[in-house]
C-alpha cells in the first residue's frame, strides 16, 4: 500500500504564490508518474501536472508558464509550485502516484484564490 500525505494549501490573494508538496510513503518501489489533478466545486476533476519518473513534465494549458511540478526521487516526494495564482485556481488540489498501473489519491488540500 502506498499512502499519500499532501500539505501547502491555503488562501492568497490572486498574484500570490503557494507551494504544494506530496509526499509518499509505504510500498513506494516501482512507482513512476506522480502529479496533481484538481477539482473546483461543481466541476470535474482535471489534471493540473504530472512528470513521470525520469521524465519531462506535463503541464494543462491554463497553468503552463505559472506552475512547476518536481520531483524528489530520493524523499518520493513531487512538489507543485504555483505562482500568479489566479480565483479560476481555487479548488481542491490532489496529489497521485501510480504503482503498477495502480492509481493512488492523497486525501487532497484545498486551494482558495481571493480576488
Known amino acids: 500500500q502506498v499512502q499519500l500525505v499532501e500539505s501547502g494549501g491555503g488562501l492568497v490573494q490572486a498574484g500570490g504564490s503557494l507551494r504544494l508538496s506530496c509526499a509518499a510513503s509505504?510500498?513506494?518501489?516501482?512507482?513512476?508518474?506522480m502529479g496533481w489533478y484538481r477539482q473546483a466545486p461543481g466541476k470535474t476533476r482535471e489534471l493540473v501536472a504530472d512528470?513521470?519518473?525520469?521524465?519531462?513534465?506535463n503541464y494543462a494549458d491554463s497553468v503552463k508558464g505559472r506552475f512547476t511540478i518536481s520531483r524528489d526521487n530520493a524523499k518520493n516526494t513531487v512538489y507543485l509550485q504555483m505562482n500568479s495564482l489566479k480565483p479560476e485556481d481555487t479548488a481542491v488540489y490532489y496529489c497521485?502516484?501510480?504503482?503498477?498501473?495502480?492509481?493512488?489519491w492523497g486525501q487532497g488540500t484545498q486551494v482558495t484564490v481571493s480576488s
Open positions: 512528470i513521470p519518473s525520469g521524465g519531462s513534465p
Open positions: 509505504g510500498s513506494i518501489f516501482g512507482l513512476t508518474a
Open positions: 497521485y502516484a501510480v504503482r503498477i498501473a495502480t492509481m493512488v
